[in-house]
């Protein structure tokens, strides 16, 4: 009965592949976003969907794709990773207000050696 | 733009006493203010928020935090720490015509036996 969740938690792999985290959430929020969390446990905003449509943008490589294949569901796709990618991601959910707070997931820790 | 400002990085007290962990937040307009707190290896999971309804807002865990408009600031308190409670605390702002949750560098509290 997990809120949000994402797949994988960790994620090791070499510089120049490509990967995906998936993230989902079951609280039928309308928006769903994308953190990045540095070694420094800064977080910044990378992205944000609003019911399928993206509303955030923020300056990422990219190679950083987000897709929203349904309300209840946002990917990252990874293209061409490179080390200083290595962080921990976190998704995020809300219900569109502006007051609303975010429910945020485990959170996905990608290793780049 | 909104912003958020936890001084320091790293607050430690003795179990019993009280936290006090202050945010001083920036913005042209009153916004809504969050707390988050971040267990290790875990996701954030959201502690209160103030979204003009009350200046004194309690929150779970026997966390509180007081809206002053006149100090811009949004301080955490708990009377009396537990062990429990050493974790990672992000202070963060949204509001005035953003969609974008600002966060806060974190605090890092650590309770003493």
Redesign the interface.
């Known amino acids: 009965d997990t809120a949000?969740s994402q797949t994988p938690k960790y994620l090791v792999t070499q510089m120049g592949n490509d990967k995906s985290i998936k993230c989902e959430q079951n609280l039928g929020h309308d928006t769903m976003?994308w953190y990045k969390q540095d070694s420094?446990?800064?977080?910044?905003?990378m992205f944000?969907y609003n019911n399928k449509e993206l509303?955030?943008n923020?300056t990422v490589p990219n190679r950083f794709s987000p897709k929203s294949p349904d309300k209840a569901h946002l990917n990252l796709h990874i293209n061409s990773l490179e080390l200083g990618d290595s962080a921990v991601y976190?998704c995020?959910s809300s219900q569109k207000s502006?007051?609303s707070?975010?429910?945020?997931?485990?959170?996905t820790r990608l290793t780049v050696t | 733009a909104q912003s958020v400002t936890q001084l320091g990085s790293h607050v430690s007290v003795s179990e019993g006493a009280l936290v006090l962990l202050r945010c001083n937040y920036s913005s042209s307009v009153p916004p809504?203010l969050?707390w988050?707190v971040?267990y290790p290896?875990?996701?954030?999971?959201?502690l209160l928020?103030y979204?003009s309804a009350a200046t004194l807002v309690k929150g779970i865990n026997g966390f509180e935090a007081e809206f002053k408009k006149s100090e811009t600031s949004f301080h955490l308190t708990k009377p009396s720490a537990h062990m429990s409670d050493a974790a990672?605390y992000?202070c963060a702002v949204?509001?005035g015509g953003s969609?974008?949750?600002?966060?806060g560098?974190?605090m890092k509290l650590t309770v003493n036996p």
């Open positions: 949000v976003y420094k446990k800064f977080l910044k905003i944000s509303i955030i923020e976190f995020a502006t007051s707070e975010q429910y945020f997931g485990p959170g | 809504y969050f988050y971040q290896n875990q996701g954030l999971q959201l928020k979204t990672e992000f949204i509001g969609e974008k949750l600002v966060f560098k974190g």
